[in-house]
C-alpha cells in the first residue's frame, strides 16, 4: 500500500513544520473516490508515520468533510507523543510502583530516569532494577512494583510440636492374598511409659525490617509459653525438660499448651465400623463386642454388654457384665475358621455374668456368677460360679482347672452332661512344662543322630574334612549343654507342680453323675448324684 492509495480522493498527508504534528490536507476534485477510516489507517502506515499516535475522532471528521466540503481543508490527525511515567508510593512506604506510557513518536523513557524519580521521591531501598529493566525494555509497564522495603520479621512465640503418630484412615486392611478385611481397620493411637509425645520449641528473635526511605522497622522477639498445667498422664523427660513423655499407657489427646494421656479409652461397643481394637491402657466398651473381633489391650477391659464369638485379651482384669456366648467349638484351620468360641484372656482376673462355649483363660481369679456351659475356665487362682448360698451358680460340660479352688452351686447336670473339673496344679506350668518336655525331646533326638555320625567317624578316620569334624564335636558339645539346661528346667518346673495341700472343689448343693474331679495327679469319677460335697485330696486319693 503507498501513497497513490489517496490518488483521487483530494487527500494528502504530511507534518507539520515543526514535525510535531501530522496533517491531513484536502482538495476538492470533479470524480472524487470515497475515502474510509481504515484506507486512511493503511496510507498513514505505508508512508511512514505509522509510530505517530493518530486520533479516531480526527479521522472520521476527515473523512465526514471530504464528503461534504466544496473547499479545501487541512486538519491535525495525529502527533508525535513522548512515553509518560508515573511513580506512586504506598502510604506505608513499604512499596513503589509505576506506569508507564509507550512513546508514539517521541522521547522513551530510560533506566536513568526511572531511578531519578524514585531518587527525587526518597526511595534508597529495596529497587527492584531487573524490573525496572524490563519495564524499560518493554516501553510500557502497569502499577509495576519496582521497589518494596522489608517488613519486620516478628519472633515467634513457643511452639507445641505434636510427636504423636497421626490416627491413619480407618479402612480394610489387605491381606496377603489381596483379600479385604473389614474387622481389621488399623489400631488405634495409642501410647506406652516413656513415649515421646509433644515438644515445646524455643522463643525466636525478632529481625527488625526497614521502609523505602532506609528508616528502620522495629520487630518484637517471641515469648516463652510455659505447658498448661494439670497435665495429667504426662512427665517431662528426665533429659530434657522441653520435651513431655507418657508418664502412664493410654490415648493421648492434645490440649492447649500441651498433652494429656487419657488411661482409658471409652468405645459405644465394637463392630465393624470400630474394626478391631488393640489400646495401650484400658478399655472401657459401654455396649457389647460383635462377633468375629478383637479387642486388646495392656491394662483392663470392662464391658457393659456381652461378648458375641469375639477374642478380647488384657494385661490386666476383664470384667464383661452381660456375659459372654460362642456359638461352637473351634473350627479347623483355614481363611473361615474364626473360632466360634468366645475368648477371653487376661493376666489379672475375669469376671462376667455366664459364660456359654466360652474359653477363659486368666492368671487370677474367673468368677462366673451365673452359669458356666460347655466352657473352658483355666485360672492360675480359684474359679468360683455363682455366690456362696445363692440359686445360680452351674458349672455344665466343659473342662474348669485351677490352682488352688473351685466352687460352684451345682456341677453338671440331671443328663449327665460330662463335666471336668480340675484343681491343685497352675495350669500355666503344665503349658510350660509341656513345652520344655517337646524342646527336651526334639534336642536329645538330635543328639541321638549327631552321636551316631560321631562314632562313625571314629570308626572311618578321614572319611570327612578335618574342618567338619570340628564343627560337629562344637555341636555335639552345645547340645550337651542344652539338654543339661533343659533337664534342670523340667525338674524346677515338676517341683513347682507338686500338688497343693489347700487344693479343694467344693460343691454347695450338688454334684451331678457325670461329673470327674481331679486333683493333682489323681481322679475321681462320680458315679451317683451327690450333695453340698467338698472334694480334698488325702493319702488315699479324692475325698469329700
Not at 209 to 220: I, K, V
Not at 410 to 436: C, F, H, M, Q, W
Request: charged share 25%; net charge negative.
Amino acid at each position: 500500500m503507498d501513497k497513490s492509495d489517496l490518488d483521487g480522493t483530494g487527500l494528502t498527508l504530511q507534518l507539520s513544520p515543526d514535525s510535531a504534528a501530522l496533517l491531513a490536507l484536502y482538495t476538492p476534485v470533479t470524480n472524487r473516490r470515497s475515502v474510509d477510516p481504515e484506507r486512511l489507517h493503511r496510507a498513514i502506515e505505508a508512508q511512514g508515520y505509522g509510530e505517530l499516535f493518530v486520533s479516531e475522532d480526527a479521522l472520521c471528521e476527515v473523512v465526514n468533510r471530504c464528503s461534504a466540503s466544496p473547499v479545501g481543508f487541512t486538519l491535525q490527525i495525529g502527533e508525535r507523543r513522548d512515553a509518560t511515567l508515573a511513580l506512586h508510593l504506598s502510604e506505608d512506604l513499604m512499596s513503589a510502583s509505576i506506569t508507564m506510557h509507550p512513546a508514539c513518536g517521541g522521547r522513551r523513557i530510560g533506566e536513568e530516569e526511572v531511578r531519578r524519580a524514585l531518587a527525587d521521591a526518597g526511595v534508597l531501598c529495596g529497587i527492584r532494577y531487573q524490573e525496572i529493566e524490563a519495564a524499560v525494555g518493554a516501553g510500557c509497564a502497569s502499577k509495576l512494583v519496582v521497589a518494596a522495603g522489608t517488613p519486620p520479621l516478628h519472633g515467634e512465640d513457643s511452639q507445641f510440636i505434636s510427636l504423636i503418630p497421626e490416627m491413619s484412615s480407618q479402612m480394610p486392611q489387605l491381606s496377603e492374598d489381596d483379600t479385604a478385611d473389614y474387622r481389621n481397620l488399623g489400631d488405634v493411637v495409642s501410647v506406652s511409659l516413656g513415649d515421646p509425645l509433644l515438644r515445646r520449641s524455643a522463643p525466636t528473635a525478632g529481625v527488625a525490617g526497614c521502609d523505602l526511605t532506609g528508616r528502620e522497622l522495629p520487630a518484637s522477639d517471641g515469648c516463652e509459653i510455659p505447658f498448661a498445667e494439670n497435665l495429667t498422664g504426662v512427665a517431662c523427660d528426665l533429659h530434657d525438660c522441653e520435651l513431655l513423655v507418657a508418664a502412664i499407657s493410654g490415648w493421648p489427646v492434645i490440649v492447649p499448651r500441651g498433652v494429656i494421656v487419657e488411661p482409658v479409652l471409652k468405645l459405644k461397643r465394637v463392630d465393624l465400623s470400630t474394626g478391631n481394637l488393640h489400646f495401650k491402657g484400658s478399655l472401657e466398651i459401654a455396649g457389647d463386642v460383635c462377633e468375629g473381633m478383637e479387642v486388646t489391650a495392656t491394662e483392663q477391659i470392662t464391658v457393659g454388654g456381652v461378648v458375641e464369638a469375639a477374642r478380647v485379651r488384657a494385661g490386666g482384669d476383664i470384667e464383661v457384665k452381660g456375659g459372654v456366648i460362642g456359638h461352637g467349638r473351634r473350627t479347623g484351620a483355614g481363611a473361615d475358621s474364626r473360632p466360634k468360641t468366645a475368648q477371653l484372656e487376661a493376666g489379672g482376673s475375669i469376671t462376667v455374668q455366664f459364660a456359654e462355649n466360652a474359653q477363659l483363660t486368666a492368671g487370677g481369679a474367673i468368677t462366673v456368677k451365673e452359669l458356666a456351659m460347655q466352657s473352658e475356665l483355666t485360672s492360675g487362682s480359684s474359679i468360683r460360679v455363682g455366690e456362696a448360698g445363692g440359686r445360680k451358680g452351674h458349672i455344665i460340660g466343659g473342662v474348669s482347672r485351677a490352682a488352688t479352688l473351685v466352687h460352684a452351686i451345682v456341677i453338671g447336670s440331671y443328663a449327665g452332661v460330662p463335666t471336668l473339673i480340675e484343681v491343685g496344679v497352675d495350669p500355666s506350668l503344665n503349658r510350660k512344662l509341656d513345652a520344655v518336655k517337646d524342646a527336651l525331646a526334639e534336642k536329645t533326638r538330635l543328639m541321638e543322630e549327631l552321636t551316631k555320625t560321631l562314632c562313625y567317624l571314629k570308626e572311618n578316620p578321614g572319611s570327612m574334612e578335618p574342618g567338619l569334624v570340628h564343627l560337629k564335636e562344637r555341636v555335639y558339645t552345645k547340645y550337651q549343654g542344652e539338654i543339661a539346661e533343659l533337664t534342670g528346667e523340667k525338674k524346677r518346673l515338676q517341683k513347682r507342680m507338686e500338688i497343693n495341700a489347700q487344693a479343694r472343689v467344693q460343691v454347695e448343693r450338688e454334684a451331678f453323675t457325670g461329673s470327674q474331679i481331679r486333683i493333682g495327679g489323681s481322679s475321681l469319677q462320680i458315679e451317683e448324684d451327690l450333695s453340698a460335697a467338698t472334694f480334698t485330696l488325702s493319702e488315699e486319693g479324692i475325698c469329700h
